[in-house]
Each structure stands twice: as structure tokens, then as C-alpha cells.
């Protein structure tokens, strides 16, 4: 059983590091062709409604449907709950579909005043192609989320790569002929080839079938789990569309600064954070079912320890290397130097967010696998008003940097009410044997950031792939020379010989 699972979660990375470079590769292309442009501002605030959808469809299906299939399977009605999920949701998705692209350029309109003319045309058709593709997303996110369950995570993955695999490849084909369009209609593609790719691994085994009829009350109970689950899923990306309408109120470019720099810095948080939570997310669930507290809350502590342990000196290093990133990734074509400073700048300022929000992860897993997914929504919506006042006063006391310094106060702050009121729920969770191990890895990383720094005051005239290389592998060696000399006990639950839980 153990080494299935490592052979499941190796393959889970592969694919997830497969997707995440999909992502920047797609990044890189929109900088490429507008770089810090009107066009460039219009796709990203295109984008981020419907990608709040698209957030609130998969990653808070994937958050309640996991925990309610297994629970079905325990009785032998996994499929049939399936059956009903799809239906539902399908109808659902529609809906939202619907109602959202009548009111597109009223929306544009309001939360990005600076876009006018022929920019906010554009952004307003992209808005309603992204929208329009909600339909599909809606069945791709319950058939993902079936794959999670059955611990294929990896297909699942797979299949989230395809869709930015279609809005690469568009964006190579017709980008020079359609403009930013060409982003969104190969979204649109990408969307219907992944659920193109599921039904072919599902409809031979008649896993799904469009007969019988929807059980409403099955699917009542159901949403009634959901529904908070995918608002508290929608948490981070309401507040990015924050940041989108502040940073298009501040001026041009800043729009595509800050979404350039988010994304970027989610890059170890979405190949870390969310490998780690899927892997841990199933075992929670089946803990749970079997009401077995004590491996419930060892699971927890452990996904905490291992999320920190490899989060933290990936983010630190990263951090002391973003400028030579940011020159090495983006700065070609239409993106210049000047908005690689900028962009670092920001993306400096995320680091918080980035930790605090991929620990949340953790804690809102537990939360989910014990239905109580109303508490996650209830003090996420606190948080997007503490961001909304952040964003006023750090705009007008730092300018630009000031949205990203909210993030990850407001981050902060979110994870550790999260956190407890977790414990409270829970009677309490085994942490002294966690904070031990978190103090000897922020120690170990803080000597791995003074090396790495000292390292690169000597490189200054060298290439940014030559610097990142050598800093990088200097970082790596004196990391895991403080992992062995401080016996970190994170680093041997990685390796399978880590034992139980500290309590």
C-alpha cells in the first residue's frame, strides 16, 4: 500500500510540475507578445472573475466531493452519488454561466475604470469566452475530483495541464493574428479537450452514463456541503480581483506587475502546497470516516511539518533570487528591465501570502473532512474585508507594494485564526513536537539564505542562469547539512522512516 502511494505521489509531482510550467510558459508568452501593455492589463482582467468560478468549480469540488464519495463508497453507492454529482453540477455550472456573462461589462466597467475604448471592449469579450467555457469546467472539476478519490490524483493533474497546453498552443498559432484573443479561445479548447481526455477514460468502464434520474435530495445534501467549501475555495482569488481593480486604479502596468508577480511566487505553493494537500486530503477522509481521531490529528501535524519543511527554503530561495528570475523568465520581447524591477518588487511582498495561505491548506482539509467547511467560509469573508481596508491603507502609505504587503498581512492573520479554531474544534492537536521541528527548519533556512546571499555578492557580473544555478545548488548543500546536523524529523517522514507523529 505504501509504495503505490509513493508511486501515486511521484507521479502526482511529475504531472503537477508539468502543469505549473505550463502556466509560466503561458505567462511568458502573454509578457512576450504585450509585455506591460493596455492588451496585457485587459487579458488578466479578463481573467479574474472567471477564474474565480473556475476556483470556486474544482477546487471546491475537489474539497467536498472527496470526502462525500468516500463516505458513499463505505455503503456501496460511490457511482450513483457520482452520477448525481455530474448532473447537478452541470445544470449549476450553466447557470452561473448565464447569469454572468449579461452582466460582463457591467463589470468591467466598475472594478477597472482606467481600462476605456478599445481596451475594455477586448477585456469585456475575453471576460464573457472565459465565462462561457464555465460549462465544461463544471464536469471537469466533479471527474477530477472523482479521480482524487480514488487516489489518481495524478490523472486529474493531467488533465488541468491540457487545458493550459490548449492556451499555449493557440497562443503560438494566432497570437500574432488575434491578439490576446487567441489566449482565450485556447482556453475555451483546452477546457473541452480535458473533458474530452476524462470521457475517454471513463465512458468504457460505464462510470458515467447519461441515464436515470438525478436524486435531488442526495444532491440537496450535497450542495449544502458544497456551496461554503467553493466560497471559501473562491477566498484567494476574490482577493486577487481586489488587487486587480486597486492596482488598475493606480495606473497602467500595474495590473499585469502584480499578476505576473502572484503568479510566479504561487509557483512553489501550487507544485508544494498543493501536492502535499492532495496527498493528505484522502487520508484524512478515510481517518475520518473511520473516526480514528488519533491518526486524524497525526495527519494533520504531519502535513503541517512537511508542507513547512519543504515550503519554506524553496520560497526563501526564491525570494533572494528574484530579480534573476524575473530578467531570466520574462524580460524579452515587450517586457523590458524596468518592469522586471517592478515586478520583483512586488513579488518580494507575497512571500507571506504564499506560506501562510499553502498551511491553510492543511487546516482546511481537516475542516472539509469533517463537513464543517462553514467555519473556512465564514473567516474567509472576514478576511476579504480586513484586505479591502489593508489595500486602502497600505495603497495610500506605500503605493503599488502596498497590495501585496496586505496579502500577506491578511494572510498571516487567516492562518492563524484557521489554525485556532481547528484545534478548538478538534479538543486540541499533538504541536510540541511540530514546533520543534519548525524552529530547527526556520533556523537551517535562515543559515541557508546568509550563505546564499554571501554567494551571490560574488556573481554579480554573471548571467541570471549562472547565478540561480550555482546559488541555488550552494543553498540545497548547506540546507541539507542542517537537516542531518539538527536531525529534522520532517526530512525522514519524507524519506517513509519518520515513525508516528510527535505529540
Not at 499553502?358 to 478576511?383: A, D, P, Q, W
Request: glycine share 8%.
Amino acid at each position: 500500500m505504501k509504495s503505490k502511494l509513493r508511486i501515486a505521489s511521484l507521479l502526482l509531482l511529475l504531472v503537477t510540475l508539468v502543469l505549473k510550467v505550463s502556466g509560466l510558459i503561458r505567462d511568458m508568452l502573454i509578457t512576450n507578445y504585450f509585455g506591460a501593455s493596455s492588451e496585457s492589463d485587459a487579458y488578466y482582467a479578463a481573467f479574474a472573475l472567471p477564474n474565480m468560478f473556475i476556483l470556486f468549480l474544482t477546487t471546491g469540488m475537489k474539497s467536498a466531493f472527496v470526502p462525500s464519495y468516500i463516505k458513499y463508497k463505505e455503503k456501496s453507492r460511490g457511482l450513483s452519488h457520482l452520477q448525481d454529482v455530474w448532473k447537478g453540477t452541470l445544470l449549476f455550472s450553466l447557470l452561473i454561466s448565464v447569469v454572468f456573462i449579461f452582466i460582463a461589462p457591467v463589470y468591467i466597467r466598475l472594478l477597472y475604470p482606467n481600462l476605456t475604448g478599445d481596451t475594455a471592449q477586448m477585456a469585456t469579450i475575453m471576460t464573457i469566452i472565459f465565462l462561457s467555457s464555465l460549462l465544461f469546467v463544471g464536469v471537469n472539476a466533479v471527474l477530477e475530483a472523482y479521480f482524487d478519490a480514488e487516489n489518481k490524483y495524478y490523472l486529474s493533474v493531467l488533465a488541468q495541464a491540457i487545458v493550459l497546453l490548449g492556451t499555449i498552443g493557440s497562443a503560438l498559432l494566432f497570437a500574432d493574428e488575434i491578439g490576446a484573443y487567441a489566449f482565450a479561445f485556447g482556453n475555451m479548447a483546452g477546457v473541452i479537450l480535458s473533458l474530452l481526455f476524462k470521457l475517454l477514460l471513463l465512458l468504457p468502464k460505464r462510470t458515467l452514463t447519461w441515464k436515470g434520474k438525478i436524486n435531488w435530495e442526495d444532491n440537496k445534501r450535497f450542495f449544502h456541503i458544497f456551496i461554503p467549501v467553493a466560497l471559501t475555495a473562491m477566498i484567494g482569488q476574490i482577493t486577487l480581483l481586489i488587487d486587480t481593480s486597486f492596482a488598475n486604479m493606480l495606473g497602467r502596468s500595474f495590473v499585469t506587475y502584480l499578476n505576473i508577480a502572484k503568479n510566479l511566487t504561487q509557483f512553489p505553493q501550487n507544485i508544494i502546497g498543493v501536492t502535499v494537500g492532495t496527498i493528505v486530503f484522502p487520508l484524512l477522509a478515510a481517518a475520518y470516516a473511520k473516526q480514528d481521531m488519533e491518526s486524524f490529528k497525526e495527519n494533520i501535524t504531519r502535513g503541517l511539518q512537511i508542507m513547512y519543511f519543504v515550503l519554506l527554503p524553496v520560497l526563501t530561495g526564491m525570494m533572494l533570487l528574484m530579480p534573476e528570475i524575473v530578467t531570466l523568465l520574462f524580460v524579452n520581447g515587450e517586457f523590458t528591465a524596468q518592469h522586471a524591477e517592478e515586478t520583483s518588487i512586488a513579488a518580494y511582498y507575497y512571500f507571506g501570502t504564499i506560506l501562510f495561505y499553502s498551511l491553510v491548506i492543511i487546516v482546511n482539509n481537516g475542516f472539509y473532512t469533517m463537513e464543517k467547511g462553514h467555519y473556512m467560509m465564514r473567516l474567509g469573508f472576514l478576511s476579504i474585508g480586513l484586505k479591502l481596508l489593508l489595500n486602502y491603507l497600505f495603497t495610500e502609505s506605500f503605493g503599488f507594494i502596498g497590495i501585496p504587503l496586505s496579502s500577506s498581512v491578511t494572510g498571516f492573520i487567516y492562518a492563524v485564526a484557521c489554525f485556532l479554531l481547528f484545534r478548538k474544534l478538534t479538543g486540541g492537536i499533538p504541536i510540541k513536537g511540530m514546533l520543534a521541528d519548525v524552529a530547527k527548519t526556520t533556523a537551517s533556512v535562515l543559515i541557508m539564505g546568509i550563505a546564499v546571499l554571501l554567494i551571490k555578492e560574488n556573481l554579480n557580473d554573471m548571467q541570471p542562469i549562472l547565478t540561480i544555478l550555482i546559488c541555488s545548488a550552494a543553498g540545497v548543500i548547506v540546507f541539507l547539512i542542517c537537516v542531518f546536523l539538527m536531525k529534522i524529523k520532517s526530512f525522514y517522514i519524507l524519506l517513509g522512516r519518520g515513525g508516528s507523529a510527535a505529540k
